[in-house]
């Protein structure tokens, strides 16, 4: 493939760095407009082992450890309340490591099942009880042989990244090679990631650095993988330095590039995008799918789409396939802008190059008909995905229900939820939140609380807006009693900060009920957690 045809005239430059628009929030769409810009499949990059599946009674265990932990936490709030103050690595609580000792005892555990623990902790997004964790991780980890507890270590690693307790992350690779426990490229990976997530760049590469101090050899693929997570998380500047320091250490591929050029893409900073990729085609390696891909995005978002379609169709001269992602990129901006006919235009033109729709092209066509109020043919998008068999996920079905509640049609969003459970699709927070507020509006306080009690067996995690819905539901119907307790549950097993309005709505109620009692626990609660000032518990 010549790599010359390729061109970035003046025009494609500096009108991109000024002017780009702001990258699409996918948490005020029931699109994922994120999930979808480039895939880096060719990098083998992975930031976790699959884990292995669990026997029934196996789960049942879990269970057990999983209740000793979240009892535990919910006794002891003072533990995640000082959460990021300094933590002891080798933290333990005597009445609960003899819980655990008591239920592995009776079921003696494998380590699959440690690392199932740990994993349903880090899963959390809010009130990860840290702490009770990693003690039941120091209690765990002597009944590991070490050949078989590098999923343990690195789940509990990936752990204490999420809550940003690196230090102690250390201290388990450190411990890992006291015992003798292989440490992988994997392990690595994971800290390497958390540090970028947290946006410690500069951490993420002394990380990479260190990696030689542990018998873990940084090759090619760990190269691209720093590279790859920083770009991911526009650390371009950081990206380009990092490869600039090491690039005649590692034979360079067209994963590395097309990274670099989709970091200085997120970057907003196509000038360097275009620095990258004439350095690309010096050294004789040839653009990919991927490549050409992230230019395309990077033009649709800033707006230039004459431009993103005349870059595809020197793809097209040039030999290049498109795939599916580089439809949708240029389906992406016509969905935002409401213009359905564009992006039926496109999803044509998909069809015409024998190109298969993926499962966001399929929601986007979805989303594009419910934006336009056509939801009959947003139905007729959903019954050929199916027939297609393409699976479906939350993000079909919840611009459906959007539609549905703007209509009123709560018999047509029960009917749609009896078939997304018919066809295997796990509802999100979102589903769950568009219906239980559909529900509420008609003060049918059983169905949402049906659907409240499925999300907890489902373990979909509410939200600040689930809890919302569901308490200023009690409130607006003079239950106190529901309302102050949904809203202690909030606080105290969620972590989540209510806002003003619900806060002095469950208040009002108290006073109301002439439970003063409840009303000043409550409030010192919200003081101790932060939520409010110790000046507002004195005026109130």
């Known amino acids: ?12 430059r500096s009108p991109l760095r000024v002017n780009i628009l702001s990258q699409f929030s996918s948490s005020s769409s029931a699109v994922d407009y994120e999930s979808d810009v480039v895939s880096f ?10 884990a292995t599946e669990l026997s029934p009674t196996e789960v049942d265990v879990s269970e057990k450890y999983w209740s000793l932990i979240k009892d535990h936490h919910r006794r002891n709030p003072n533990l995640q309340i000082n959460g990021l103050a300094s933590v002891n690595p080798s933290v333990t609580f005597p009445s609960l490591s003899s819980d655990f000792s008591n239920v592995y005892a009776d079921h003696p555990s494998s380590p699959a099942v440690f690392r199932h623990v740990i994993g349903k902790c880090s899963a959390l997004r809010h009130g990860i009880p840290f702490q009770q964790a990693l003690a039941f991780f120091n209690w765990a980890v002597p009944k590991v042989e070490p050949s078989v507890s590098l999923e343990l270590y690195n789940e509990t690693i990936d752990l ?9 992350a250390w201290h388990v690779i450190d411990s890992m090679k006291a015992g003798h426990v292989e440490i992988s490229l994997e392990t690595f990976s994971i800290l390497i990631r ?23 050899e940084p090759d090619r693929k760990a190269f691209s993988i720093v590279i790859a997570m920083l770009c991911r998380k526009r650390r371009a500047p950081e990206a380009q330095s990092f490869f600039d320091s090491l690039k005649d250490k590692f034979e360079l591929d067209v994963v590395v ?13 196509i000038d360097e995008a275009e620095k990258v990729f004439r350095e690309m085609k010096m ?3 040839e653009p990919s799918v991927y490549t050409y891909t992230t230019v395309i995005d990077a033009l649709c978002r800033c707006g230039q789409i004459t431009r993103a379609h005349d870059v595809f169709a020197e793809m097209l001269d040039l030999g290049c396939q498109p795939n599916a992602v580089t439809f949708n990129n240029l389906m992406r901006i016509h969905v935002k802008a409401g213009r359905t006919e564009k992006v039926l235009q496109v999803y044509n033109q998909m069809k015409r190059l024998s190109c298969e729709p993926d499962i966001i092209t399929y929601n986007f066509l979805i989303h594009a008909h419910c934006k336009n109020k056509d939801r009959p043919e947003a139905i007729k998008v959903l019954n050929t995905m199916l027939k297609n068999g393409c699976q479906p996920n939350a993000s079909t079905f919840n611009p459906l229900f959007k539609a549905m509640a703007s209509d009123h049609d709560v018999n047509g969003a029960q009917r749609l939820f009896s078939r997304m459970k018919e066809v295997n699709c796990r509802p999100n927070t ?13 003060k049918s306080a059983d169905m949402v609380i049906k659907l409240w009690n499925e999300m907890q067996d489902d373990e979909v995690e509410p939200n600040v807006n689930t809890f919302r819905i569901v308490i200023m539901l009690y409130c607006s119907m003079g239950h106190w009693n529901n309302a102050y ?22 208040m009002q109620q108290l006073r109301k009920a002439g439970q003063m009692n409840k009303h000043v626990e409550l409030m010192e609660k919200m003081v101790d957690r932060g939520f409010i000032s110790s000046k507002l518990q004195e005026g109130a």
């Open 41 to 50: 499949e060719e990098s083998g990059e992975g930031t976790a082992t699959t």
């Open 194 to 216: 958390r540090y970028i997530r947290a946006g410690m760049a500069a951490e993420a590469v002394h990380a990479f650095n260190r990696m030689q101090d542990y018998g873990c």
């Open 485 to 506: 307790r949904y809203f202690r549950e909030m606080i105290e097993d969620k972590c989540l900060r209510p806002n003003r309005t619900v806060y002095e709505s469950v």
């Open 1 to 12: 493939m010549a790599v010359t045809r390729l061109k970035f005239p003046l025009g494609f």
């Open 430 to 442: 979102v589903t769950y939140n568009t219906l239980m507020q559909m529900f509420a509006v008609t």
């Open 257 to 269: 590039y097309t990274s670099l050029i989709h970091g200085w893409c997120r970057a907003r900073n």
């Open 160 to 168: 204490c990244g999420k809550t940003r307790h690196f230090d102690i």
């Open 283 to 285: 050294a004789g390696i």
